[in-house]
Nanobody
Framework: QVQLVESGGGLVQAGGSLSLSCTAS????????MAWYRQAPGKQRELVAS???????NYADSVKGRFTISRDNAKNTMYLQMNSLKSEDTAVYSC????????????WGQGTQVTVSS
């Protein structure tokens, strides 16, 4: 079992910045991939960014140039630095963990609310 806990959500004005973190515990093995997803009310959950234990990253087009994903394998922690925030970034942000490249199952955190006001 893998447990995931997100932190860092909150209220921020448009144009501001916020940093999220996700710490994993339990049966952690490598290689693996961790990712940030978000879901706004009435919208489908979407991938924001992902990063493998080897450091390979990918981003949704909507956040490229504004968000940066990183991880500290020694601490089993993933981060998401969010800059130049827009109201459309408002959502619940959730952390996902899966072993890679064979994903038998995925583990999810409970999510943290990010609200961007104009």
């Amino acid at each position: 079992q893998v447990q995931l806990v997100e932190s860092g959500g909150g209220l921020v004005q448009a144009g501001g910045s916020l940093s999220l973190s996700c710490t994993a515990s339990g049966s952690i093995s490598r290689p693996n991939v961790m990712a940030w997803y978000r879901q706004a009310p009435g919208k489908q959950r979407e991938l924001v960014a992902s990063i493998t234990s080897g450091g390979n990253t990918n981003y949704a087009d909507s956040v490229k140039g504004r968000f940066t994903i990183s991880r500290d394998n020694a601490k089993n922690t993933m981060y998401l630095q969010m800059n130049s925030l827009k109201s459309e970034d408002t959502a619940v942000y959730s952390c996902k963990f899966a072993r890679w490249p064979i994903e038998i199952r995925a583990y999810w955190g409970q999510g943290t609310q990010v609200t961007v006001s104009s």
